[in-house]
């Protein structure tokens, strides 16, 4: 399974299992309401500041799992095993949110 960054996907590995990432409007919503960030952007501001929190990681990284088709909980995900731990996890957080507002590849005549 291979992600595809020009679709927003974004890869990682949970209890050795490749799992793709993607943020739906659906979840980008939801996340805005549970982090607490009063725009999109302002959320996209505190990940380039550094000023996020491990709860913003592990609610991105979900969102991002649901998007991609995992039907795991939060619970779940605080148990599970990420391949290059918290650092990878803010990673894939961060590269999400990245890909969720870059502009689309130009169209191919």
Not at 27 to 49: C, D, H, I, K, S
Not at 56 to 61: H, M, P, W
Not at 63 to 72: D, I, N, V
Request: no cysteine; proline share 7%.
């Amino acid at each position: 399974m291979s992600a595809n960054p020009w679709a927003g996907e974004v890869g990682l590995t949970l209890d050795g299992r490749a799992h793709v990432l993607k943020l739906t409007l659906g979840a980008l919503a939801g996340l805005e309401a549970r982090l607490g960030a009063e725009t999109l952007p302002a959320l996209v501001e505190r990940f380039e500041q550094g000023r996020f929190a491990a709860r913003d990681v592990l609610e991105l990284v979900a969102a991002g799992l649901r998007g991609g088709g995992w039907r795991g909980e939060m619970a779940d995900l605080l148990e599970a095993d990420i391949k290059g731990g918290p650092v990878e996890a803010a990673r894939v957080a961060a590269r999400l949110l990245s890909l969720a507002f870059a502009p689309p590849p130009p169209e191919r005549p």
